[in-house]
C-alpha cells in the first residue's frame, strides 16, 4: 500500500514568485491536512480538505490556498512568496479526518 | 489555554532510562489519541495510538491514558540514543463541527549515550 507522496521535495524560489506544492493521500484516504514547520517550531495548521471541500482553516494569509480533487489527490499554492515562507510543508492524509493521520515526506521550500 | 499541550523540552534522560512524555488537552469529549516520533528535519511517524483509559503497550513504548484528568502520556523504557527526536501528541478534537486530529507543540527528547 503506496503511502503519502508530495511532490516536489525540494524548491527554491524568489520572493514574489508563486509556488504549488502536490500531495497524493493514502488509497481509500478522502482527508488531506496541509501543515507549515519552520525550524525549531511545531506543526502550523493550514487547511484540510475533505472531499473536495475544506472543512478547516488555519490562521495564514490569503496567500496561502489549496484545493482538493475528485481522486483526493491536493494542492497547496502560495502566492507572492516571501523570504518568512521557507519552511518544510507536510501534507497527511486520513481516512475522514478523525482516525490516524500518516504524513508525506515533506516539501522543502526556500525562498530567496 | 491551548488545545493540546506539551512542554517543550528537552527532556534529557540518560540511556538505558526510562523517559517520560506527557500531553494535555482541553476537549473532554475526545476519544483518540496518538503519538508521533520526528527526527530533525524529517516528518512525523505515527508509533501509537490509544483509544481507551488505561495503558498499551508496544515493544518499548508504553501509552497511558486517563480521560478524566484529559492526560495522556508516552513511556519509552531502556532509552536508546536513536530515540532522540521530538514527540508529538495528536488529539481528535470537534474543529467547527467536523473531527479534526490536533498536534500539540512536541517535546524534545535527548538521549545521553
Known amino acids: 500500500k503506496a503511502g503519502v507522496t508530495q511532490t516536489p521535495r525540494y524548491l527554491i524560489k524568489t520572493r514574489g514568485q508563486q509556488v504549488t506544492l502536490s500531495c497524493s493521500p493514502i488509497?481509500?484516504?478522502?482527508?488531506v491536512s496541509w501543515y507549515q514547520q519552520t525550524p525549531g517550531q511545531g506543526l502550523q495548521f493550514l487547511f484540510e480538505y475533505f472531499s473536495e471541500t475544506q472543512r478547516n482553516k488555519g490562521n495564514f494569509p490569503g496567500r496561502f490556498s489549496g484545493r482538493q480533487f475528485s481522486n483526493s489527490r491536493s494542492e497547496m499554492n502560495v502566492s507572492t512568496l516571501e523570504l518568512g515562507d521557507s519552511a518544510l510543508y507536510l501534507c497527511?492524509?486520513?481516512?475522514?479526518?478523525?482516525?490516524?493521520?500518516?504524513f508525506g515526506q515533506g516539501t522543502r521550500l526556500t525562498v530567496v | 489555554q491551548k488545545e493540546v499541550e506539551q512542554n517543550s523540552g528537552p527532556l534529557s534522560v540518560p540511556e538505558g532510562a526510562i523517559a517520560s512524555l506527557n500531553c494535555t488537552y482541553s476537549d473532554r469529549v475526545s476519544q483518540s489519541f496518538f503519538w508521533y516520533r520526528q527526527y530533525s528535519g524529517k516528518s512525523p511517524e505515527l508509533i501509537m495510538s490509544?483509544?481507551?483509559?488505561g495503558d498499551k503497550e508496544d515493544g518499548r513504548f508504553t501509552a497511558q491514558l486517563n480521560k478524566a484528568s484529559q492526560y495522556v502520556s508516552l513511556l519509552i523504557r531502556d532509552s536508546q540514543p536513536s530515540d532522540s527526536a521530538t514527540y508529538l501528541c495528536?488529539?481528535?478534537?470537534?474543529?467547527?463541527?467536523?473531527?479534526?486530529?490536533?498536534f500539540g507543540t512536541g517535546t524534545k527528547l535527548q538521549v545521553i549515550p
Open positions: 488509497s481509500g484516504h478522502r482527508s
Open positions: 495528536a488529539v481528535n478534537m470537534n474543529s467547527g463541527g467536523y473531527q479534526k486530529v490536533t
Open positions: 490509544i483509544y481507551s483509559n
Open positions: 497527511a492524509s486520513t481516512w475522514g479526518g478523525e482516525t490516524e493521520a500518516f
